[in-house]
């Protein structure tokens, strides 16, 4: 019996943002293709993957009542559930993203499963640095996607480099959890500041590029499309993980991260408490495209737990041959 190994995104629980789910996906395909698997992708919530992405060279697309909920299939995940509330109570635990690959080996080695539902959280040290290879078999943009990425270049109309910003609810604009903190008004301004002075720094650093800026906060993509170098897209973005989000919320997200793709540079960029996203350097990663991650304002200990942090996994290859890249100062 042939198992196939199907990426479940069908309801509203946490699976993390648009970077986790990437990162979860490519792992999964890349496990399935290593064990002689098949492997199939079930994301319907909060919007539905085929309406941006569909199948490439692979075929992965699976409909609802094709999915196997009989003893002849198991489900699988490995999250831990916020305040030990387990959030997945009908899956087995497979531990960490670590153990999870021997997990789904042994399940597929006992030849007792048609097929294994997974719902993960990240899994993006087991992709083995193979982003571009895995993203392109999987996926191309969907024609109604290309169309607006067409329209947004051809405003755009040169050559240019992106800048992300992840304020998450710092400047009270982007609902992501409710625990997140809201700076004051004072806070806020000063923080609004220091990433304008960020883009004027980039700008004349990258050969005077035109800098598309891409952010969680509308308010800070107010203040920086003033600057007469920056392009923005407009409207308010959600996290995947908020049920509530629409088709064309969704849309937005997809172009911010399809037009990074095609920079000629991506730059992550981050002042603590701001957030530093998997979502740009996987736009890069997708595309072979040279990233850099800045972290201005970090101490020095703050600086060694970075590094250690890129030492320590295997996925960041690309990370450890480019340390110079990492752009951390006080």
Not at 178 to 183: R, S
Request: hydrophobic share 35%.
């Amino acid at each position: 019996m042939r198992t196939t190994i199907v990426y479940m995104a069908n309801d509203n629980r946490r699976k993390g943002g648009w970077g986790d789910r990437l990162g979860q996906m490519l792992a999964l395909y890349r496990i399935s293709k290593d064990h002689g698997c098949d492997f199939k992708i079930n994301f319907t919530q909060p919007f539905k993957l085929v309406d941006f992405l569909v199948p490439n060279r692979f075929d992965w697309y699976i409909q609802e009542h094709e999915i196997d909920n009989e003893p002849g299939s198991i489900k699988i995940s490995n999250f831990k559930g916020y305040d030990g509330i387990d959030i997945y109570p009908e899956c087995e635990k497979c531990g960490n993203d670590i153990d999870f690959e021997d997990y789904i080996v042994e399940k597929i080695k006992s030849g007792n499963y048609k097929q294994i539902l997974c719902y993960t959280g990240s899994l993006e040290n087991l992709i083995n640095n193979q982003y571009s290879l895995l993203f392109h078999e999987l996926f191309k943009i969907s024609p109604e996607l290309n169309k607006r990425i067409e329209v947004h270049k051809n405003v755009i109309n040169e050559e240019y480099i992106a800048m992300v910003f992840r304020f998450q609810q710092l400047l009270g604009d982007f609902i992501e959890r409710v625990i997140d903190p809201v700076l004051s008004p004072k806070q806020q301004i000063k923080l609004i500041k220091q990433n304008i002075q960020a883009l004027k720094l980039a700008y004349n650093k990258n050969e005077r590029k035109k800098i598309l800026v891409c952010s969680d906060s509308k308010v800070f993509r107010d203040h920086a499309k003033k600057l007469k170098f920056v392009y923005t897209i407009g409207g308010f973005r959600k996290h995947p993980n908020n049920p509530q989000t629409s088709y064309e919320e969704a849309m937005l997200s997809f172009l911010d991260f399809f037009l990074i793709t095609q920079a000629a540079k991506v730059i992550s960029f981050t002042i603590p408490p701001m957030y530093s996203s998997s979502f740009p350097r996987l736009a890069a990663y997708t595309h072979d495209v040279p990233y850099e991650c800045v972290i201005q304002g970090v101490n020095k200990k703050k600086r060694r737990d970075w590094i250690r942090f890129i030492l320590k996994y295997p996925y960041l290859t690309k990370l450890k041959e480019k340390l110079r890249s990492y752009n951390i100062f006080p």
